[in-house]
């Protein structure tokens, strides 16, 4: 396995020195960007690679890289085409950028850094959108991967990305701002981390926001839970397309996410089964003796497995049929076929488990699916596949068309255990075997997160699944998402579709999900309004040391911005949206359908025109306007991975020692930019907007009242500081920062 860590020799300077992440949650969806810094600290010129874990299905939809007040965006290029020009352009002596998805596992990526000359710097930022999933207490979970884990590649399967990966020590360090807005009220926000005072924005709790405290050891996953109230309530959200877009695209026209959760006729809820095949599969590899997570009181992945898996024992129907199988470089089950669930095979089963041990090798997970899917179900008897793992596998997508081809026999309930653990597989297991996920990455959670997945397998299986649109005349309906396999109590179901056309009249659309319970008909219908929902436009403002590059939030300010048609933070649901759709035409590769190529080339085609990166796409950025090349031989460096995240910061601006601070410091627009689309962003250039236009005048004058009210409050509140609070620099390298939505 190839190390990717920069530690291998020592007083080897890391290149990668800190990574600040802002979130936008905006009701279910999160929109992410982080901005990873480098320096390069060597005498020679400097090559860094990253390996850095994002969520399964996030949709990476911004790359830029910042040299100097240089701001260079990355394009979304069919995956070789981008590696030949970040070759050819660092061999040249040019300063370029990749960034590319593993093939392997669309949860990994890797970041190449090209051509840093001696004492350079060049901040990296990536954004992408991501689908927050509701957890057994009705929260919204969101997951900053803070640990990747490295992945176990099986004899004979090629070596890719994640071949890459390595975990240790990270040197660099996190700060992390989280912004929520949603049209329900928020009623609190909890983190596995320790957080500043959550601070409420608007009376109706509607809008809050809240930091990461200062000092946090970036060695585990920082995890937010969000709870609004009334969560469970069906929605939909219009988002407008991009008049630029070529007509009929995806991009031009508006795109529908509906939120759905099914609600069951009562008298059917109450016959849950009592009936069923139960086989537990646990990873019994030797990265199960890890730790769940680097904090205090962590117990032993192998042991949060076992008493997850006892819980379950003891909760199990009289009655149903149960196997248990333990697996590392090869498996093996306590009974020779499943047997039936009564008080003595309980109680042998229990027994074994509390001995099972960490102690089986690599994590060869195919060969026991493979045989279980191979024996014979029992009649009456569902089969109900349970899977603890901590997912460090490098054949995902193997094991995801492997489920996927047995889906009619089973359903897939999938666990990951311990920080790091792939989302792709264990999301994608639930996903591709009609089950549903759950993370245990500590004991406080368990519990409900066990028997909410039990109560699902219980739950007699919804079929004939149907899902129907009712829109005024002239508006057709293309469905995205692929068809909906499966259907839970109270919890969420998403489609995204495309609305074609113009209406000639009515402003309602109407979408009905039809299916079958227990040979019962079922319906639950959502009206929703046509119109796409109105952008509000915020923008955060916030002061921070650039010093210790600590945030302070007691200076953090909200204010309107003039405009809202920024698109790097606008058109998730576009992204997300062309992300399920990739997703999809992925799978169909894989399968081996007719007319790969045509596939590809489609893939390909939406990737770049949505900007969103696909396993055949990459985002390339090269600096063509470097002054001079850079000359001498090129070391490489990979920095070590624990971590990585993401953040719209889109620049800043020092403040000079004096009384008045004058605008001519403030990091503005280009002057080609077009300022109709002006939003009150800041890109990196070197002067403000234009004062001789009215935009340009108004976006200097809010510059002037920021400055101004920033340094009236923080005389109010703190007393005319003179130091950072946190590492005592002057207060003449506190800088402004930036977020628009």
């Not at 990461?212 to 109230?229: A, C, I, N, T």
């Not at 102690?359 to 014979?376: A, N, V």
């Not at 596949?385 to 889906?407: P, R």
């Not at 280009?670 to 935009?695: I, K, T």
Request: proline share 6%; net charge negative.
């Amino acid at each position: 396995m190839m190390n990717c860590g920069l530690l291998s020799e020592k007083n080897v300077p890391v290149p990668l020195k800190s990574i600040s992440v802002e979130v936008l949650v905006q009701d279910h969806v999160a929109t992410v960007s982080s901005t990873l810094q480098y320096v390069n600290e060597e005498e020679r010129p400097l090559e860094a690679l990253f390996v850095l874990p994002l969520p399964a299905d996030a949709a990476v939809c911004h790359f830029s890289a910042k040299i100097g007040e240089q701001e260079i965006v990355a394009e979304v290029q069919d995956r070789e085409t981008a590696r030949d020009q970040y070759d050819d352009a660092v061999s040249s002596g040019q300063q370029a950028f990749l960034l590319e998805e593993s093939a392997e596992s669309p949860d990994v990526f890797r970041l190449s850094v090209g051509c840093l000359s001696a004492g350079q710097n060049a901040a990296v930022t990536i954004i992408y959108a991501t689908e927050l999933a509701v957890q057994a207490d009705h929260s919204l979970r969101f997951c900053l991967p803070a640990v990747l884990n490295p992945r176990y590649t099986p004899a004979g399967s090629a070596a890719g990305i994640v071949s890459e990966i390595s975990s240790g020590a990270v040197p660099y360090t996190l700060t992390l701002s989280v912004h929520v807005s949603s049209p329900k009220p928020i009623s609190k926000l909890e983190s596995n981390c320790t957080l500043d005072p959550l601070v409420f924005l608007h009376s109706d709790h509607t809008q809050a926001t809240v930091n990461l405290s200062p000092g946090h050891m970036f060695d585990k996953d920082v995890e937010l839970f969000v709870y609004y109230q009334d969560t469970h309530q069906p929605s939909a959200i219009v988002e407008a397309g991009v008049t630029t877009a070529p007509p009929g695209s995806l991009m031009r026209d508006p795109v529908v996410m509906i939120n759905l959760y099914p609600e069951f006729p009562e008298e059917v809820m109450k016959s849950l089964a009592t009936r069923g095949e139960f086989v537990f599969v646990v990873d019994r590899s030797g990265s199960m003796r890890d730790m769940m997570h680097h904090g205090k009181g962590a117990q032993k992945r192998i042991e949060s497995a076992k008493d997850t898996l006892l819980l379950l024992l003891k909760s199990l129907p009289m009655g149903c049929y149960f196997n248990i199988y333990g697996f590392g470089s090869n498996f093996k089950s306590f009974f020779p076929q499943s047997v039936e669930y009564n008080q003595d095979t309980m109680d042998q089963a229990l027994k074994r488990v509390k001995e099972m041990q960490a102690d089986m090798g690599g994590t060869e997970i195919l060969q026991p699916l493979k045989h279980i899917y191979s024996q014979r179900c029992y009649p009456d008897h569902p089969r109900q596949l349970f899977i603890f793992t901590d997912g460090e596998v490098g054949n995902t997508k193997a094991v995801l068309d492997l489920v996927k081809s047995h889906a009619h026999s089973h359903r897939c309930f999938s666990f990951g255990i311990g920080e790091g653990a792939s989302a792709a597989l264990i999301t994608g297991m639930a996903r591709e075997g009609s089950g549903h996920a759950q993370f245990i990455t500590d004991n406080d959670r368990m519990q409900p997160k066990v028997m909410q997945s039990l109560r699902f397998a219980l739950q007699p299986a919804v079929v004939n699944i149907s899902v129907d649109w009712i829109l005024p005349d002239g508006v057709t309906v293309d469905t995205l998402s692929p068809p909906i396999s499966v259907l839970f109590q109270g919890q969420r179901a998403l489609i995204y579709a495309q609305l074609k056309g113009e209406s000639s009249g009515g402003s309602e659309g109407t979408v009905t999900v039809k299916y079958s319970l227990k040979d019962q008909p079922v319906t639950n219908q959502l009206h929703f309004c046509l119109k796409p929902t109105e952008e509000t436009g915020w923008s955060l403002w916030t002061m921070r040391c650039s010093s210790c590059v600590t945030w302070w939030p007691s200076l953090r300010l909200i204010m309107k911005a003039c405009s809202k048609n920024d698109l790097r933070f606008r058109l998730s649901i576009h992204r997300l949206a062309a992300r399920t759709l990739i997703r999809s035409l992925e799978k169909e590769e894989r399968s081996g359908a007719a007319g790969v190529e045509g596939i590809r080339s489609r893939m390909v085609e939406l990737s770049v025109q949505a900007g969103v990166s696909s396993v055949h796409t990459a985002f390339i950025a090269v600096n063509k306007d470097s002054r001079q090349t850079v000359k001498g031989p090129l070391l490489q460096r990979r920095v070590p991975t624990h971590a990585p995240g993401c953040i719209p910061l889109m620049g800043s601006v020092s403040l000079p020692e004096s009384d008045c601070w004058d605008t001519e410091d403030v990091y503005g627009l280009p002057e080609e930019e077009d300022f109709s689309n002006f939003d009150g962003m800041c890109y990196g250039s070197s002067r403000m907007a234009d004062s001789s236009s009215s935009v340009g005048r108004e976006v200097e004058r809010l510059w002037i009242e920021l400055v101004r009210l920033a340094q009236c409050f923080s005389t109010l509140v703190l007393g005319t500081p003179q130091h950072c609070t946190f590492c005592m620099s002057p207060l003449s390298d506190l800088e402004f920062l930036l977020m628009s939505s």
